[in-house]
C-alpha cells in the first residue's frame, strides 16, 4: 500500500504560477492529484496548459486572493473546476518587502501582512468549511518560513507575517482536529527562487553567511518542496497536525 499516493484527491495550490508553489503543485500531480492553480498572475494559465500537455489533470484560477471582495469567488471557481469536491489546500502564495525597519513604508506592511496573513487565514477558512460541509477529511497546509522562527534583517513585516501563519496554524489545529482536517505548515529555508534574487548575489555578504551555515553548502529548489508536501497532503501524515516542518537543509540546527 502506497500511503503517499493521491489518486483522484483535489487540491489547490496558491501562488503556483512560479517558484516554490509551482513546484508543490507539480509534485501534487506527479503523486496522482488533480490541481487547480490560483495567481494573481495571468501566467497561471500557460503554467495550468503546460502541466496539461505534459498529462496531469491541471486547471488554473486566475485572482486577487488579496482583495476581499473577489476571493471566495476564486476560491469557488476553483473548487467547481475541481468537479465540486476538495481535499487539500496548498497555501503558497506570498509577498515581500525589504526596507529597514525605522524606515518602512506602512503601505508596504499593509500589503506584506494582507496577502501573507489575511488571506492565508480567508483561505483557510474557506477550506475548513469546505471539509466541514463534505463531511470529509482535509488537509490545510500553509506555508511558514525560517522567518518563523528568526526575526530576520529588514523584513518586518515578512517575519511579523510568518509568525502568524506558524500561530495560526496551531489554532486552527486546536479547533479543527477532532473534524477530520489536518493543518499544518511548511517552513521552506533558504531558497534559489525569484524572491531572494537579491540573496543569490555572490557578491552580496550574506549569500556566503547564509551558504555557509546549510550543511550540505547549497540552497534548496522548488524540487526540494515536493516530497514534504505530498507527505503532508497524504494519508501517511493522517496523524500529523500543528507541526511547522522546517524544509531547510539543516540549516536551524547549525
Known amino acids: 500500500m502506497n500511503l503517499n499516493n493521491l489518486t483522484g484527491k483535489k487540491a489547490i495550490v496558491t501562488g503556483a504560477a512560479q517558484g516554490l508553489s509551482c513546484g508543490m503543485a507539480e509534485g501534487l500531480m506527479e503523486a496522482g492529484a488533480e490541481v487547480c492553480i490560483m495567481d494573481i498572475n495571468p501566467k497561471a494559465v500557460d503554467v495550468a496548459k503546460d502541466f496539461v500537455s505534459k498529462g496531469f489533470k491541471c486547471h488554473a484560477v486566475v485572482g486577487n486572493l488579496g482583495n476581499d471582495e473577489t476571493r471566495e469567488d476564486s476560491f469557488n471557481k476553483a473548487v467547481e473546476a475541481l468537479g465540486g469536491h476538495l481535499d487539500i489546500i496548498v497555501n503558497g502564495a506570498g509577498v515581500q518587502r525589504r526596507h529597514k525597519s525605522e524606515e518602512f513604508p506602512m503601505e508596504d506592511w499593509d500589503f506584506v501582512m494582507n496577502i501573507n496573513t489575511r488571506s492565508v487565514f480567508a483561505m483557510c477558512q474557506l ?31 515578512y517575519a511579523a507575517s510568518k509568525g502568524a501563519v506558524a500561530q495560526l496554524t496551531k489554532a486552527l489545529c486546536n479547533e479543527w482536529a477532532e473534524k477530520g482536517i489536518n493543518v499544518n505548515a511548511l517552513a521552506p529555508g533558504y531558497m534559489a527562487t525569484e524572491m531572494n534574487t537579491a540573496l543569490l548575489d555572490p557578491s552580496n555578504p550574506r549569500y556566503e553567511s547564509i551558504t555557509n551555515r546549510i550543511p550540505n553548502k547549497t540552497w534548496g529548489t522548488p524540487e526540494d518542496m515536493k516530497g514534504p508536501v ?11 497536525n500543528g507541526a511547522i516542518i522546517p524544509v531547510d537543509g539543516g540549516y536551524l540546527v547549525r
Open 127 to 157: 477550506a475548513g468549511r469546505t471539509f466541514i460541509k463534505q463531511k470529509s477529511r482535509g488537509k490545510i497546509i500553509n506555508i511558514a518560513s525560517m522567518l518563523s522562527f528568526f526575526g530576520g534583517y529588514t523584513v518586518p513585516a
Open 230 to 240: 505530498v507527505w503532508l497532503a497524504s494519508d501517511a501524515s493522517d496523524y500529523i
